[in-house]
């Protein structure tokens, strides 16, 4: 393996693939190290320290200073002390954003007369006439494709916007309102348009979208972000996502639907049901690996090992494909996480998510 040096990364990899990955920016003379990544096979082995090694005698070649908003880079710097570079600094970060939300806005009524809503969190300091915008997280629930609780999720996605980030909290038709693929996907992409429509109500940056959710949904946003600008799935010309946050999405619909392990009692069968209405070959077009173009975003995924509704295996099959294609992934595994365990959102994943999200801007 060897190390690669671009203009904002130094990379680690083999045979085509990044195992490892270190982004920086340059202000002046000023190497600011905003993310640190090391793939699940090398973690353990002092490949991160490698980076920071590799990161330092880089910038002293250019001769630069450093800094680091990574928190990685930071506990690293402050645990080596005497490394080469004598003179670094920590970019300060932002206070914290105070979420303010506004829940129940319509956006749609369906075939069956039944209204659609959305719940809408932005920095509360900044919500008012005149306001700064700030990225927009697309966030779909997960529920089987049955009906959604929203409820429990405001409380989670404030995460995001205390990192200056607006969030849409999705609903969309359910198996029990008579929904079958890809109505959710055109369900998505109309709460964007409503958003649109209304963009001097709300504090968000047309330009910098990124869909995100959990199981059902995660699968929802990863077909959002691939289908961006296709009609045929709600979207339409000039729409594009900056990036993709999966949590545990069920994506291979094929093999979920072939598996002779799913026994009668298990969430697996609302897929069959969801799908009712289609031959075996359509179900097909709505397996996410299927419509990776040449301008897919980067991707988060987050997988529990213990994951007894969605197979571990399902976020292996997206990322493998993902990597193939040379898009940039990030792959957060949870030893021991089930489904939708709150493991997800404890500090130490969370601040994976923070750097991804912070990478971005």
């Known amino acids: 393996m060897e190390y690669t040096i671009e203009e904002n990364a130094i990379k680690l990899g083999e045979n085509g693939e990044t195992l490892a990955e270190l982004d920086f920016t340059v202000d002046g003379d000023v190497y600011n190290i905003t993310r640190v990544y090391v793939s699940e096979e090398l973690r353990g082995q002092g490949v991160g320290s490698?980076?920071?090694?590799?990161?330092?005698?880089?910038?002293?070649?250019?001769?630069?200073?450093?800094?680091?908003?990574?928190?990685?880079?930071?506990?690293?710097?402050?645990?080596?002390?005497?490394?080469?570079?004598?003179?670094?600094?920590?970019?300060?970060q932002p206070d914290l954003y105070k979420p303010e939300i506004i829940r129940g806005i319509q956006y749609k009524r369906i075939l069956s007369g039944k209204r659609l809503h959305f719940d809408f969190i932005c920095p509360k300091q900044y919500y008012g006439e005149h306001f700064e915008r700030f990225p927009l997280?697309?966030?779909?629930?997960?529920?089987?494709?049955?009906?959604?609780?929203?409820?429990?999720?405001?409380l989670l996605v404030s995460r995001y916007v205390?990192?200056?980030?607006?969030?849409?909290?999705?609903?969309?038709?359910?198996?029990?309102?008579?929904?079958?693929?890809?109505?959710?996907?055109i369900d998505a992409n109309d709460c964007l348009r409503y958003l649109f429509k209304h963009r001097d109500k709300f504090p968000f940056d047309e330009d910098f979208l990124i869909a995100a959710g959990d199981s059902s949904g995660a699968h929802t946003?990863?077909?959002?972000?691939?289908?961006?600008?296709?009609?045929?799935?709600?979207?339409?010309?000039?729409?594009?996502?900056?990036?993709?946050?999966?949590?545990?999405?069920?994506?291979?619909?094929?093999?979920?639907?072939?598996?002779?392990?799913?026994?009668?009692?298990?969430?697996?069968?609302?897929?069959?049901?969801?799908l009712s209405g289609f031959d075996a070959g359509k179900v097909y077009e709505h397996v996410p690996m299927h419509h990776l173009g040449d301008n897919v975003p980067p991707f988060l995924v987050l997988h529990g090992t213990e994951d007894e509704m969605v197979p571990y295996e399902q976020s292996e099959i997206l990322v493998r494909e993902l990597k193939k294609r040379g898009v940039r992934t990030t792959f957060v595994t949870v030893e021991g996480a089930g489904h939708a365990d709150p493991a997800f959102w404890q500090d130490d994943v969370f601040a994976t998510v923070r750097e991804f999200l912070l990478s971005l801007k």
């Not at 205390?162 to 996907?185: H, K, M, N, R």
Request: some cysteine; hydrophobic content about 40%.
């Open 221 to 274: 946003a990863i077909m959002q972000a691939l289908t961006a600008g296709d009609p045929a799935y709600g979207s339409w010309e000039g729409v594009s996502f900056k990036a993709v946050i999966d949590y545990y999405a069920p994506v291979d619909l094929t093999k979920m639907l072939k598996d002779e392990t799913i026994g009668d009692f298990n969430p697996f069968q609302t897929t069959k049901v969801f």
């Open 137 to 154: 997280i697309i966030y779909t629930k997960g529920s089987g494709w049955h009906l959604q609780n929203r409820n429990d999720i405001p």
């Open 162 to 185: 205390q990192l200056g980030f607006c969030v849409a909290i999705v609903e969309y038709s359910s198996i029990e309102d008579g929904a079958t693929f890809p109505d959710q996907i």
């Open 50 to 92: 490698l980076l920071m090694r590799k990161m330092i005698e880089e910038v002293e070649t250019r001769e630069g200073k450093l800094a680091a908003t990574c928190p990685y880079a930071i506990r690293w710097l402050e645990e080596h002390k005497d490394n080469e570079i004598r003179e670094y600094r920590f970019r300060k």
